[in-house]
């Protein structure tokens, strides 16, 4: 029978020998999936507290806090057109416990920017798709037009004297108006501003007829009265907007323009963990809670696998690729 003292040397001995497998990663990797999340998560955003991506952060964070038992935090790191958030999460450790509540412009600057300032495909790795919000093309209240249509017939009339507003050169605002000109075969004059606030406040005042903007964005100015709302460039018509056609009623079937939102973590992280927070996402996006909030920044959840979000990313990057190419457009 051992000592007293060598059974407490044979434990201290163990139990130094399993941290030295966990340090060395030598534990399996579903047993430390299982263990997942053990502490707060942060979900790194990049953009300023209070908007729509900021929103959706919340709400799937909440979601996630109370399936899986520890805080989620947002992380607000805006600048550099979402680069500096970007960079933030692929230089974290590869452990689950950072992640980034990416949009369109994940796919959109590593064409516009020059050198690439990160591989996507290559540097992340997909989680989940969490859902989408519509652009919308609105027209100050007291513009000449009144839909799709009758903007096309003004801007035919007069290639080049509309002019429109949106959030930045390179947001997704501004590329969906570029592949709507192309689509329409119009000259459409682009006025970009920083943010869509300070758009839509221009074009609200007449010094501007239209802007693009998302949905949320929208939604107090057209309920104000100050906007009207021409189309919703998505497939099927907003709760947001119900009276609004979307681009397809209004002459553009199987055109669609949309913010999408999805979480992203560094490339290394264990598959396990991914598969783990892929699976809690689901059942977040069932959530009632999480399909209001999605609907109120008027959008829509979208549930689906990880290989689709890859697909998205990869065939959006492709897309942007061409259109930065073909419109020259720099990022501001």
Request: net charge positive; hydrophobic share 50%; proline share 8%.
């Amino acid at each position: 029978m051992l000592a007293p003292f060598a059974l407490i040397s044979r434990r201290l001995l163990g139990t130094l020998a399993v941290s030295s497998l966990v340090a060395a990663g030598a534990v399996p990797l579903a047993a430390r999936a299982q263990d997942f999340p053990s502490k707060p998560v942060k979900i790194v955003v990049g953009y300023s507290a209070g908007g729509a991506v900021d929103a959706v952060a919340r709400s799937v964070g909440q979601a996630l806090q109370a399936s899986l038992g520890q805080p989620f935090v947002v992380d607000n790191k805006p600048g550099a057109g979402t680069n500096i958030a970007v960079k933030y999460v692929i230089e974290s450790p590869p452990d689950g416990y950072t992640m980034l509540m990416a949009a369109n412009a994940l796919a959109a600057n590593m064409a516009l920017y020059q050198p690439m300032p990160f591989d996507a495909e290559k540097d992340l790795v997909p989680v989940a798709l969490v859902g989408r919000v519509p652009v919308v093309i609105a027209a100050n209240i007291n513009a000449p037009y009144n839909d799709i249509k009758s903007l096309i017939a003004a801007a035919k009339a007069k290639p080049g004297s509309i002019s429109f507003a949106s959030p930045g050169n390179g947001s997704t605002p501004h590329m969906a108006i570029e592949f709507f000109k192309r689509a329409a075969g119009v000259s459409l004059l682009h006025i970009p501003y920083r943010g869509g606030s300070q758009a839509l406040t221009d074009v609200i005042g007449g010094q501007l007829p239209l802007v693009a903007v998302n949905a949320l964005e929208a939604q107090p100015h057209v309920k104000s009265g100050r906007l009207k709302v021409l189309a919703v460039l998505s497939a099927k018509r907003t709760a947001v907007f119900p009276d609004a056609p979307t681009i397809a009623e209004s002459g553009f079937p199987g055109f669609e323009a949309s913010v999408w939102y999805g979480l992203v973590a560094p490339a290394a992280t264990p598959k396990p963990i991914v598969a783990k927070l892929h699976a809690e996402v689901q059942k977040a996006l069932q959530t009632k809670e999480v399909r209001d909030r999605m609907a109120a920044v008027g959008g829509e959840v979208l549930p689906g696998g990880a290989d689709q979000f890859a697909a998205l990313i990869r065939s959006d990057r492709q897309r942007y690729e061409k259109l930065v190419r073909e419109a020259n457009i720099k990022p501001d």
